[in-house]
T-cell receptor, first 113, second 115 residues
């Protein structure tokens, strides 16, 4: 019973392609996040949705577009992939009013060649 | 917004020794401070957390201390074991205001425990 699940786990694609990563959580949390972790391990927030509403939108190229069809799902679509997009992308979830930490998904390792 | 700084970036210790990782934060309104452990190829996982109304918290071999006045908090691991080797992240957040719910992460500490 995985709490936060992401698919796919690995994604290898060519420059210029468009790809999507999906995330689902079964914790009943109301908030979901996308983080990018680069080769230096820094966790950089990209987006956050609370009850399907975008609440955090960091300085991210507009090639990245998140979508939250409901509060249990958060997807990330990336257009025109570039070499610099290669990273591990983590989805996470939390309950905003509970003042606790996040639960992370297992990550998607994206490699752009 | 909040700025969390973490030191050192790498730490090597002998098995059985103690390890200490330190973080500072800038926003005096931050009131929740979790620590995450990320093993190689795995997800970050919460290992311990502390709230601003508490000065210290322990869980077996790990402990966290918080100094609200100085705005710093630390992770202490005693009797280290090779399986403690991982990247550790500190984080801070506030329960109110425009950054409600957002965790600000430090840049991580790579801990290596040598047998």
């Amino acid at each position: 019973d995985t709490a936060v699940s992401q698919t796919p786990k690995y994604l290898v694609t060519q420059m210029g392609n468009d790809k999507s990563i999906k995330c689902e959580q079964n914790l009943g949390h109301d908030t979901m996040y996308w983080y990018k972790q680069d080769s230096k391990k820094f966790l950089k927030i990209m987006f956050s949705y609370n009850n399907k509403e975008l609440i955090i939108n960091e300085t991210v190229p507009n090639r990245f577009s998140p979508k939250s069809p409901d509060k249990a799902h958060l997807n990330l679509h990336i257009n025109s992939l570039e070499l610099g997009d290669s990273a591990v992308y983590f989805c996470a979830s939390s309950q905003l009013d509970r003042g606790n930490g996040y639960t992370f998904g297992s990550g998607t390792r994206l490699t752009v060649v | 917004g909040e700025n969390v700084e973490q030191h050192p970036s790498t730490l090597s210790v002998q098995e059985g020794d103690s390890a200490v990782i330190k973080c500072t934060y800038s926003d005096s309104a931050s009131n929740y401070f979790p620590w995450y452990k990320q093993e190689l190829g795995k997800r970050p996982q919460l290992i311990i957390d502390i709230r601003s109304n508490v000065g210290e918290k322990k869980d077996q071999r790990i402990a966290v201390t918080l100094n609200k006045t100085a705005k710093h908090f630390s992770l202490h691991i005693t009797e280290t074991q090779p399986e403690d080797s991982a990247v550790y992240f500190c984080a801070a957040k506030r329960d109110r205001g425009s950054t409600l719910g957002r965790l600000y992460f430090g840049r991580g500490t790579q801990l290596t425990v040598w047998p």
